[in-house]
C-alpha cells in the first residue's frame, strides 16, 4: 500500500474513489428504496450520448455527458410517471437510442478517439486531478440536495400516497432523484465504466438497507461500504495486474453474497429459536 501511494496516480484513484463513494451512499441508497435500479442502469446507458456529443462538438466529453444525462434521466422519469404500464419498454428504447445516438456522433467526430474504452470499462487509475474536482462539485450538489430535501426524498421513497396527503410533491422528488441519479453516474464513469456503475451504486446501498433501517446510517454504512470496495479492489487490480473496474465490482459483488447467506442464516437461526406454541 504504502509503495502504491507514490504513485500520483493511485493517489488520484483513491481520492476519486473517497469522492464517489459519497454519491453510492447518498443515491445509492434512494435508488434501492425507490427500487428503481432498472432506471438507473437506463440512465447510465443513454450517458454514452452525452459521450459522443462532446467529442463531436470539441468539448468535454464529460461536460456533455452531465447534460445528456440528465436530459435522459428527466425523460426517462417522466415516462415512469406518464406510462407506468409501458414504463420499462420505453426506458428500453431510451437507454437503446442514447448508446446508439454515441456511437453514431463517435463515427461522425474525425480524429483518434483512444479513450473511449475507459468511459465504458472505467479508468479510475487514469483519473486526472482536474477530474477530482468536478467529482467534488457533483458531490456537493448531492449532498446539499438530499440534506435540504431528506424528509421529502424518504417519504415519496416508502410511501407516495402518503407523501400526497402530507403535501410532498412527489413527482417533484422522484425527478429530482433521477436528476441526482445522472450526477452519479457521470461521476462513476471513469471508475468503473458505464457498463458496470450501477453494480457499484446499488451494491454497497443493497448491504446497507439490509442491516440498518435508519436511511441517515443506511446511507454513511453505504458510503463507508463503497470505500472499502474501491479501495480493496485498487490494491488488488494494482497487485495482481488486473483490471480496476472489474476488480472493485468482484469485490463488492462478492460482499454482497456474503451479506446475503449472513442475512438468510440469521433469519432462519430466528426463526429456529421460536417457541412451537407460536409457530
Not at 51 to 66: E, K, Q, S
Request: charged share 10%; with cysteine.
Amino acid at each position: 500500500m504504502i509503495q502504491a501511494l507514490q504513485f500520483e496516480f493511485f493517489r488520484n484513484a483513491l481520492w476519486a474513489g473517497l469522492l464517489v463513494s459519497i454519491a453510492c451512499g447518498v443515491v445509492g441508497t434512494l435508488v434501492v428504496l425507490r427500487r428503481v435500479v432498472f432506471l438507473s442502469g437506463g440512465i447510465a446507458h443513454a450517458a454514452y450520448g452525452g459521450i459522443g456529443l462532446g467529442l463531436y462538438l470539441g468539448i468535454d466529453p464529460l461536460i456533455g455527458a452531465v447534460g445528456f444525462s440528465l436530459f435522459s434521466a428527466l425523460a426517462m422519469g417522466l415516462v415512469e410517471l406518464r406510462a407506468r404500464q409501458r414504463a420499462d419498454t420505453v426506458i428500453g428504447v431510451l437507454w437503446a437510442l442514447g448508446m446508439a445516438v454515441g456511437i453514431i456522433l463517435i463515427d461522425l467526430t474525425p480524429g483518434y478517439k483512444a479513450d473511449l474504452m475507459s468511459y465504458l470499462f472505467g479508468s479510475i487509475l487514469a483519473v486526472p486531478a482536474s477530474y477530482l474536482w468536478l467529482m467534488l462539485v457533483l458531490d456537493v450538489v448531492i449532498v446539499l440536495f438530499a440534506g435540504l430535501f431528506f424528509k421529502e426524498l424518504v417519504a415519496s421513497s416508502f410511501d407516495e400516497s402518503y407523501a400526497l396527503t402530507r403535501g410532498v410533491p412527489v413527482e417533484a422528488m422522484h425527478l429530482a432523484t433521477v436528476g441526482l441519479i445522472a450526477l452519479a453516474v457521470v461521476m462513476m464513469m471513469r471508475v468503473v465504466g458505464l457498463i458496470m456503475v450501477i453494480a457499484l451504486l446499488t451494491m454497497p446501498a443493497a448491504i446497507a438497507v439490509d442491516w440498518v433501517k435508519d436511511v441517515r446510517r443506511a446511507m454513511v454504512l453505504a458510503a463507508l461500504l463503497s470505500v472499502v470496495f474501491v479501495t480493496v479492489g485498487l490494491l488488488l487490480s494494482f497487485t495482481l495486474d488486473l483490471t480496476s473496474g472489474a476488480t472493485i465490482i468482484l469485490v463488492a459483488g462478492v460482499c454482497y453474497l456474503l451479506s446475503v447467506g449472513l442475512l438468510q442464516l440469521r433469519q432462519a437461526r430466528g426463526r429456529g429459536r421460536q417457541p412451537a406454541a407460536s409457530r
